[in-house]
C-alpha cells in the first residue's frame, strides 16, 4: 500500500493537481489538510470518478481534513477522544479524522498552529497534542500488533536543522522546547517518526513560504510527518518527499510525504 500526506492547502483551488498526484503517484490512501472548505464543498465526485472513496471533516474556510482511499475506508472517526476546543464554544474544530483502509488505521492530523508564544493558541496546541499523545498511548496498548499511522501537518520542526534559518525563528513556535518536547513524547509512546528513518538528511523541506522566494532559495521548514506504532514501522520499505509538487502553477505551499508499506 502506498500512504501519503499532503497539506494541500484548499482542496477547491487545487482537485486537478491532487488527483492527477494520485494518478502519478500511484498512491492508494491520501491523507490531506487544509481542506479549507464545508463537507458539501468537498469535490468528492473528482475522486469518486478516479476510484476512490472519501471521508472528510470540514466546518467552514478554515482547517479542514480528510482521508481519500482506494483500498477501503471504514470506521470513520471525526475528532479524537478529548480531543480540545478553542476558545469559549465546546466545538472541534476540523483537525483530526480517522478511518482504516487495507489495514491500516489512519488519522489525517492537522496541528494547532500555536501562533505565537504569548498567544492563548499556543498552550492550545500543546494541550492537543497531548491529548493526541495520550490517545495514541492508549491505542497501542489496548492493541500491540495495531497497525496505526499519524501523518499531517504537525506544525513543529523538531530539530534546528528543519528550518532554514534558526536566526529567523528564535523566540517563535514551531522550534520551542515545549513543542518539540510535545513531538517528541509520541516516540516514549512507542511510536516512530518513520520519514527520518528514511531520509535523515538535513534540510529534506516539507513547506515553502510563498513570499520572498522561498522555494527557489530552498528556505523552508521539515513540519509535515509520519509517526507509525511498532506493528506498522516494521512494514514501511521506503518514504519519499515529493518536493517536484512544489513546483508549477497553483502549488500547495507544504508538498506530499509518501510512505510505502508492505502486505
Known amino acids: 500500500m502506498r500512504l501519503a500526506t499532503w497539506n494541500i492547502n484548499s482542496i477547491r483551488a487545487r482537485v486537478d493537481r ?21 463537507d458539501a464543498q468537498f469535490p468528492t465526485e473528482a475522486f ?85 499523545e495520550e490517545n495514541a498511548r492508549g491505542w497501542v496498548e489496548a492493541d500491540p500488533a495495531a497497525k496505526l499511522a499519524l501523518v499531517g501537518d504537525w506544525n513543529v520542526a523538531p530539530r534546528d536543522t528543519d528550518v532554514w ?25 512507542g511510536f516512530t517518526e518513520i520519514s527520518r528513518q528514511f531520509i535523515p538528511e538535513d534540510r529534506k523541506y516539507t513547506y515553502w513560504d510563498y513570499q520572498q522566494l522561498r522555494f527557489p532559495k530552498n528556505e523552508g521548514m521539515r513540519i509535515d510527518f509520519a509517526y507509525t506504532s511498532p506493528a506498522l514501522t516494521t512494514a514501511v520499505t521506503a518514504v519519499e518527499i515529493d518536493r517536484n509538487e512544489r513546483k508549477g502553477k497553483g502549488a500547495s505551499d507544504h508538498v506530499p510525504v509518501i510512505l510505502d508499506i508492505a502486505d
Open 48 to 132: 469518486e470518478a478516479a476510484g476512490y472513496q472519501v471521508a472528510h471533516f470540514g466546518l467552514s474556510q478554515w482547517n479542514g481534513v480528510a482521508i481519500i482511499s482506494r483500498v477501503g475506508l471504514d470506521d470513520v472517526e471525526l475528532g479524537f477522544p478529548g480531543q480540545p476546543h478553542f476558545g469559549e464554544e465546546p466545538a472541534l474544530e476540523a483537525r483530526a479524522i480517522g478511518a482504516t483502509c487495507g489495514g491500516v488505521r489512519v488519522w489525517s492530523l492537522y496541528i494547532p498552529n500555536g501562533r505565537t508564544l504569548d498567544n492563548p493558541h499556543y498552550p492550545y496546541k500543546l494541550e492537543w497534542l497531548r491529548t493526541l
Open 18 to 38: 491532487a488527483v492527477a498526484f494520485l494518478d502519478r503517484s500511484g498512491t492508494d490512501v491520501l491523507a490531506l489538510q487544509e481542506t479549507k472548505c464545508k
Open 165 to 189: 534559518d534558526m536566526a529567523v525563528f528564535e523566540g517563535q513556535t514551531h522550534v520551542s522546547q515545549p513543542e518539540r518536547d510535545a513531538f517528541a513524547a509520541f516516540e516514549n509512546a
